[in-house]
Structures are given as structure tokens and as C-alpha cells.
């Protein structure tokens, strides 16, 4: 067995120390989540650290107020957005295969039913998942993430981290009118 001498910090595989923002993230996730929020928008300018704060909260559970089987999700720019582009995304991450001939609400239900699978073989009270590039969604898109909402709540819980880029140019949560959120 060898070990690595060089000061962990010259190491390629680093360790993982949380700053003062990284404290906050997890303090105001730990809060949304036990006060029965559904989900916590992170906004900011690129390359700011947004989704490496995320990433950090996958990795430690300290935060945790409930044991939680956690995942990310980078939401690509659609050609052709819809509810199968969107489900499919999410199986097609996670190494699954999707059938070109499958039906959207089919494919969407399968993403949900993996989603609890791996939460209940962890022993999670919640599910959190995390989405990259948020400020991509649509009116249509919070739609599909509503669906997973309303089908996990039947065996449980789930909990949505949106990561948006705020200077990302035409994409973004505050182009959508505020009646097509309700």
C-alpha cells in the first residue's frame, strides 16, 4: 500500500472544507426542508461557486436534518423541449436506456420509480435533486418537476435544489410570469 506524502492540498483528490458560504447553503437548505418547502433556488453569476456548494452538500450529510439520498442533474438546452426530452434527460444521466418509441408520462413515472428505489435501498426519508442550469426551465419544465412532486408524495418526500445562472441571457426563472408559477 502506498500513501501520497504531498500536503493534501497538492493532492488531486482534495478534501472536502466547507467555507462560511457553503454553511449558509446548507443551514438555509436544512431550514427549507424542515419547514416543508418543496425547493430552494441557489442564483448567482457564473462560475461563482453555485454548483460546487450544491456538490458539497451531496457529499457531507452533517447538514442533514433527515437521512437523504441525494442527486445531480444538468438540465442540457432542449432543441425540442417537452415532458419526454425532460424525463429522458433525467434516465439517460443516471446510465439508464430509453426507447425512442416511449411514451412521455411512461418515461417520467420511470425517472420517479428511480428515484425512490435508490432513496428507499439508501434508507432516505427525502429525496434531493439537484438541477444544474435551472435558469433553462421553462414554465413547462417546473411543470414536469410538479408531477414528481405529486407522485413521490404518495411514499414520501422530495426536495428540489434549482441552481440558476442569473447572467445566462434570455433563460432564466424571473422570465416566467409569476401566474404560471401558481
Known sequence: MTTDA????????RPLIITRPGERLAGD????????????????FGRIGK????????????WRP??????????????????GYFAS???LQQGQTV?????????????VRMFQEEGHRQGA???????NEANRFTADEYEHVMSIVNECEKTGRIFFFFINQTDSGR???SAIGPASLS
Open 89 to 91: 434527460s433525467l434516465l
Open 125 to 131: 426519508e427525502v429525496i434531493g435533486v439537484a438541477f
Open 6 to 13: 504531498r500536503h493534501p492540498m497538492l493532492r488531486a483528490k
Open 51 to 62: 454548483t460546487y456548494g450544491v456538490r458539497q452538500l451531496i457529499q457531507t450529510d452533517a
Open 99 to 111: 426507447s425512442a418509441s416511449a411514451a412521455s408520462n411512461g418515461t417520467l413515472m420511470r425517472a
Open 66 to 83: 433527515f437521512p437523504m439520498y441525494m442527486i445531480e442533474f444538468t438540465y442540457t438546452k432542449p432543441a425540442k423541449p417537452g415532458e
Open 29 to 44: 437548505a436544512k431550514n427549507s426542508i424542515e419547514i416543508g418547502s418543496d425547493a430552494i433556488w441557489i442564483d448567482g
Open 171 to 173: 433563460f432564466g426563472r
